[in-house]
Nanobody, 114 residues
Framework: VQLQASGGGLVQPGGSLRLSCAAS????????MGWFRQAPGKQHEWVAG???????NYADSVKGRFTISRDNTKNTVYLQMNSLKPEDTAVYYC?????????WGQGTQVTVSS
């Protein structure tokens, strides 16, 4: 499974961005997809996840502001990020889980700054 993430950028506080992560290869075996992030000097942090049955969970830090969704016809997971805060600045990574392994996409930088 290969993952290609996109959609990062520079945005002002209060703004929005949408990240995308497209899966290819043995993408039909993917069950759960999720987003993680890592800010400078901080630990890797789970942000949101969605299962194949679209059961969704969010980290408390993003609940009510971020929305995860997936389009199974395109093998793509999205992260809509609204009301962005400077503390959301990080490299965002998508991850796909099959029954046997985890796969990671390359990171995409999100910077929230005025």
């Amino acid at each position: 499974v290969q993952l290609q993430a996109s959609g990062g950028g520079l945005v002002q506080p209060g703004g929005s961005l949408r990240l995308s992560c497209a899966a290819s290869g043995s993408s039909s075996s993917v069950y759960t997809m999720g987003w993680f992030r890592q800010a400078p000097g901080k630990q890797h942090e789970w942000v949101a996840g969605i299962t194949g049955r679209e059961r969704i969970n969010y980290a408390d830090s993003v609940k009510g502001r971020f929305t995860i969704s997936r389009d199974n016809t395109k093998n793509t997971v999205y992260l809509q990020m609204n009301s962005l805060k400077p503390e959301d600045t990080a490299v965002y990574y998508c991850r796909a889980a099959t029954a046997y392994a985890f796969y990671w996409g390359q990171g995409t930088q999100v910077t929230v700054s005025s």
